[in-house]
């Protein structure tokens, strides 16, 4: 297989056979491979809103790619409303207000490419609107064996390793089983999206393991949810998320601290 290079913005670097078949953790085509580059692009801003995207051809030639791989590609783009073709004038870029924003993939390229304050404001307030009233709905209809599933998320959450991957998962498999609880169809087909925000909470905020008071904070969340407590089990939830907002915003300024330091030498 021929390796991609990708230009523009951070990929400015030849992927090789292994992480080219690597798309958001999972085995990826070709085609998967070219739309994240150029979504990448495209959510950094190196194309703007009503830029025409390359011809196919120079695609085909940039990546080293079939058409059938290019045009797989901006399919895919077009399916989260990055895209929009027009025979005899090309591929464009959309609107901004017209992207899915709650696209896992969508969601993942604005993070690569170092995500603005406000975006991450905007993806915990996304956040607090939807688990705190999924955990409610899970305190009246959770069945008892999606209690007791819960209560073994909590158990790793309690008892990994902070920070390992077996305690993320745990992390993970809590808030998916809370959406799951809800018995809302809406909800439960947020599950992807969410469990990509989840997956973003945990690369922005890669310099802070579990505290001690997340972990309660957690607890509190399953207790409600086991004695059909609504109002706790909503309370607690968002209790946790702006706690965790704040892990994630005390990470990224330790980030920033320490790169201009680098940059103008410590003070």
Do not use: C
């Not at 990708?6 to 958001?24: F, K, L």
């Not at 069945?143 to 309690?158: C, N, T, W």
């Not at 998320?241 to 680098?262: C, H, P, Y």
Request: net charge negative; charged share 30%.
């Amino acid at each position: 297989m021929p390796h991609l290079t990708v230009g523009g913005t951070r990929e400015d670097a030849e992927i090789s056979d292994s992480q080219a078949r690597t798309e958001g953790g999972r085995q990826g085509s070709l085609s998967e491979l070219v739309a994240g580059a150029i979504g990448r692009r495209i959510v950094s801003g190196h194309y703007r809103p009503g830029d025409t995207l390359p011809t196919e051809p120079r695609i085909q030639e940039e990546f080293g790619v079939s058409r059938t791989a290019v045009r797989e590609a901006i399919r895919l783009l077009s399916a989260k409303g990055l895209t929009v073709s027009r025979p005899k004038i090309g591929t464009r870029i959309r609107p901004t207000a017209d992207w899915n924003m709650l696209d896992p993939d969508v969601l993942r390229w604005q993070v690569d490419q170092k995500p603005s304050d406000e975006f991450i404001h905007a993806l915990f307030e996304m956040r607090e609107i939807i688990e705190p009233a999924a955990a409610s709905r899970a305190a009246e209809r959770a069945s008892e064996d999606e209690v007791r599933a819960l209560g073994l998320a909590m158990e790793g959450i309690q008892n990994e390793p902070r920070g390992s991957p077996a305690q993320i998962q745990a992390d993970i498999d809590f808030h998916m089983l809370l959406l799951e609880a809800s018995r809302n169809p809406m909800l439960r087909s947020l599950g992807a999206m969410i469990k990509s925000t989840l997956e973003i909470t945990f690369t922005l905020g890669w310099r802070t393991v579990m505290a001690e008071d997340a972990v309660l904070q957690h607890r509190d969340v399953y207790e409600a949810v086991r004695k059909r407590q609504p109002d706790e089990a909503f309370l607690a939830m968002r209790r946790l998320l702006r706690n965790s907002k704040g892990n994630v915003f005390d990470a990224i300024w330790m980030s920033r601290t320490e790169q201009e330091s680098s940059l103008g030498g410590t003070p």
